[in-house]
């Protein structure tokens, strides 16, 4: 089974600008959480999809939202880059039950 | 509100020691608990999970309603257990909160 791939890998954007980010589950796998990595904070809880609707929410602002397709792929979408949005967003996802989630590779994004 | 923490950052032992890795959460409801692992250039993945009871690689934890605590030990470290240890409490269907990690160093 091919694992969690994630796209871009690294992606460098300007304050202000908007960025997309790419999450491919599991085959199977219908639940999609992304979260934010970084070394002040740790990994926070972004959202999480399950069948293409948001089931969860951490406590980021409006700036960052997602979306899930009918194929369980994810997008991660930050409006309005800010410097302290650099980080590692990982994706990862499970069955959607009480399964193991499983983690993507990552996308480092720096904000300049 | 659900808390996970963590409050060591670093750990140092040494191989053939034993090791404990703390970890205490906040959470009004009935808790799962996981211990996740990063290896170095590796993704972050499963360790272990409280419901399972079963012990990964030497690791087990044991989870202490009365001290929510869940904590990693192992009786013998090894060499191969240097990583990054995130403890991690679900609810809400898969709404993880994550603690800060502590950085195992195990010595030869």
């Known amino acids: 089974k091919a694992g969690v791939t994630q796209t871009p890998r690294y992606l460098i954007k300007t304050r202000g600008q908007q960025v997309t980010l790419s999450c491919s589950p599991i085959?199977?796998?219908?639940?999609v959480s992304w979260y934010q990595q970084t070394p002040g904070q740790g990994l926070q809880f972004l959202f999480e999809?399950?069948?293409?609707?948001?089931?969860n929410k951490g406590n980021f602002p409006g700036r960052f939202s997602g979306r899930q397709f009918s194929n369980s792929r994810s997008e991660m979408n930050v409006s309005t880059l800010e410097l302290g949005d650099s980080a590692l967003y990982l994706c990862?996802?499970?069955?959607?039950?009480?399964?193991?989630?499983?983690f993507g590779p990552g996308t480092r994004l720096t904000v300049t | 509100a659900q808390r996970v923490t963590q409050p060591e950052k670093l750990l140092s032992v040494f191989k053939g020691a034993p090791v404990e890795l703390k970890c205490n959460y906040s959470?009004?409801?009935?808790?799962?608990l996981f211990w996740y692992v990063q290896y170095s250039r590796q993704r972050l993945q499963l360790l272990l999970r409280?419901?399972s009871r079963e012990s990964i690689k030497g690791f087990t934890a044991d989870l202490n309603k009365g001290e929510t605590s869940f904590h990693l030990k192992k009786p013998f470290a090894q060499e191969e257990d240097s990583a990054m240890y995130y403890c991690?409490?679900?609810?809400?269907?898969?709404?993880?909160?994550f603690g800060a990690g502590t950085r195992l160093t195990v010595k030869p």
């Open positions: 999809y399950f069948s293409e609707t948001q089931r």
């Open positions: 409280h419901i």
């Open positions: 085959s199977g796998h219908r639940s």
């Open positions: 990862a996802s499970s069955s959607g039950g009480d399964g193991e989630q499983y």
């Open positions: 991690a409490l679900r609810y809400n269907n898969n709404d993880m909160r």
């Open positions: 959470y009004s409801g009935s808790p799962e």
